[in-house]
């Protein structure tokens, strides 16, 4: 299974971003799927997940009501749109896939990750 993320970039604050992420071989229509992130010189941490259902997207407190995660089965993508954008969103974001996920929050229940795409957030 090969994960491939990509459509970060430089973005003024206020600005928005959809990052992609593309998953190869496996069942991806029976993965949990999930967006992290890792700022500079800090442990990687939970963004925004969604179950195989596709139902209860998750997210963390710090992007509520800016990010949303969603997936296309049929394209074999998970997206995570994100708006109203703040310099401390700036980090690498790494999706991730699942084959169970129990809290979808925790970095160790992802067996399979993408190479992580980078976006920077100026002020």
């Known amino acids: 299974v090969q994960l491939q993320a990509s459509g970060g970039g430089l973005v003024q604050a206020g600005g928005s971003l959809r990052l992609s992420c593309v998953v190869s071989g496996g069942t991806y229509s029976w993965y949990d799927m999930a967006w992290f992130r890792q700022a500079p010189g800090k442990e990687r941490v939970f963004v925004a997940g969604?179950?195989?259902?596709?139902?209860?997207?998750d997210y963390a407190d710090s992007v509520k009501g800016r990010f949303s995660i969603f997936r296309d089965i049929a394209k074999k993508m998970v997206y995570l749109q994100m708006v109203s954008l703040k310099p401390e969103d700036t980090a690498v974001y790494y999706c991730?896939?699942?084959?169970?996920?129990?809290?979808?929050?925790?970095?160790?229940?992802?067996?399979?990750w993408g190479q992580g795409t980078l976006v920077t957030v100026s002020s």
């Open positions: 991730a896939a699942s084959t169970r996920a129990p809290t979808l929050t925790r970095p160790h229940e992802y067996e399979y």
């Open positions: 969604v179950t195989w259902s596709a139902y209860n997207p």
